[in-house]
């Protein structure tokens, strides 16, 4: 008996020994694991403070990046850094990236900022977005001429009817994209262009016989090449009173091409050649134009021209000169329409635009088109408009406003009465 109790009694003490070291031992895997988490916690921590401090100082070059690095920084661990970072990543507005064909490429948007056009050099194509979303939206692909050129310009009208883009090849292509989906070219039908002018009109080079006797230059010899009419301008705008040399429409790209090309044309060289559709521009080469380029360059540097003529865009073009304020005016002979007393008949005259260099003379003779774009919104009112204007009493009419209608002969009595009454004395 008294052996089974002390065998009874050790037995006991082994299982208390036992229950004490199973305590101990998860006691000690308790602390172990909460050290643990304590360095994995503090790790984290760490990390997120590290990732949160490369997500802010690459919100200035690289937003887009900065806000997954902030957001990831969160995930890691959700510090107070991190959770600032965050917001300050995601509190701007987020650029979109548009992914495109190696190469240069080229941006143009609308007024209102709800079309985009990029345009691709490797692939010479225009990709049109919608921004309506918020989002780049793709809308359609434009090719603008043979993959052998390069698309390296593109621009939108304000607001964002019309596109134009140009190639290295001097082409340029406008589309009428007043529906982005459905795009097309202006005034095309069947891959043709047309049009139907109402108005004709030539460019010539007015001069003020008063200014010029006024500044000792001899009013029957007007300027015969650029050099001369810089020279003569010095002199007229020496009289001061607000008096200017001379005059252009700086802003209106139609007014200076109509009065710049005809002295490309009298120095034997064009501007533009090919036919509608596959037109080429000569820049870079042309000569005469980067002369007459210098010559405007000259004559804006010495302020021989009014100040308003940098933002002119041909609304009160010839006003100035109308008035008795300018010297030498390259403009459109539709301007004598304006001269209606016998003392601006006797003052104002014209002659050809000159060669840069002198030697030669040429004119732009041309007309004011009606053409209906493609899908264009009330194309029928614009065919009514123009059935309008090319009418026999229409064009009478214009006769009789001083204007050159293009149906000359519908009323040769009027026309010519209407070029009596308008013609000024000329060289």
Request: with cysteine.
């Amino acid at each position: 008996m008294r052996a089974a109790r002390r065998r009874t009694r050790r037995i006991q003490q082994l299982l208390a020994l036992v229950a004490t070291l199973a305590l101990a031992a998860g006691a000690l895997a308790a602390y172990a694991f909460d050290a643990r988490s304590s360095a994995n916690q503090a790790r984290d921590e760490a990390l997120s403070r590290q990732v949160a401090i490369e997500a802010k100082q690459l919100r200035a070059t690289d937003p887009a990046l900065a806000a997954q690095l902030a957001l990831a920084s969160y995930r890691i661990a959700p510090t107070v850094q991190a959770r600032s970072t965050l917001i300050e990543a995601t509190g701007a507005e987020m650029p979109y990236r548009l992914l495109g064909p190696v190469g240069p490429e080229f941006l143009a948007s609308d007024d209102h900022g709800r079309l985009l056009a990029v345009a691709q050099s490797a692939t010479d194509t225009v990709e049109l977005y919608s921004l309506a979303g918020g989002r780049p939206t793709p809308r359609s692909r434009l090719t603008v001429g043979p993959r052998s050129e390069q698309d390296f310009t593109v621009a939108l009208s304000p607001d964002g009817r019309l596109l134009a883009a140009g190639d290295t090849a001097g082409k340029v292509v406008v589309w009428n994209v007043a529906d982005p989906a459905h795009p097309s070219k202006l005034a095309t039908q069947g891959g043709q262009y047309y049009g139907a002018p109402f108005i004709a009109d030539l460019s010539v080079l007015w001069y003020n016989k008063t200014l010029f006797r006024s500044a000792g230059l001899n009013p029957d010899d007007p300027p015969a090449s650029y050099a001369q009419i810089v020279s003569d301008a010095k002199k007229i705008s020496a009289l001061g009173h607000g008096i200017s040399g001379f005059s252009f429409a700086g802003d209106c790209q139609g007014c200076l091409g109509f009065t710049m090309l005809p002295s490309v044309w009298a120095a034997g060289q064009h501007l533009i050649s090919g036919p509608l559709g596959s037109q080429t521009a000569d820049v870079a080469g042309n000569a005469p134009l980067k002369q007459i380029l210098s010559y405007y360059r000259q004559l804006w540097a010495d302020h021989l021209v009014p100040v308003a003529d940098q933002t002119q865009n041909g609304l009160s073009w010839g006003d100035r000169f109308e008035a008795g304020k300018v010297g030498i005016l390259p403009g459109d002979y539709g301007i004598a329409a304006k001269f209606t007393t016998a003392a601006q008949k006797a003052e104002f005259a014209d002659a050809p635009l000159p060669a840069v260099s002198g030697g030669g003379y040429a004119t732009f003779d041309g007309a004011n088109d009606f053409s209906i774009p493609q899908g264009a919104a009330n194309w029928s009112g614009a065919w009514e408009v123009m059935t309008v204007a090319l009418q026999r009493k229409q064009q009478c009419d214009i006769a009789s406003l001083h204007e050159s209608g293009v149906r000359w002969g519908v009323h040769p009595a009027a026309t010519r009465a209407a070029s009596r009454r308008t013609t000024p004395r000329s060289r």
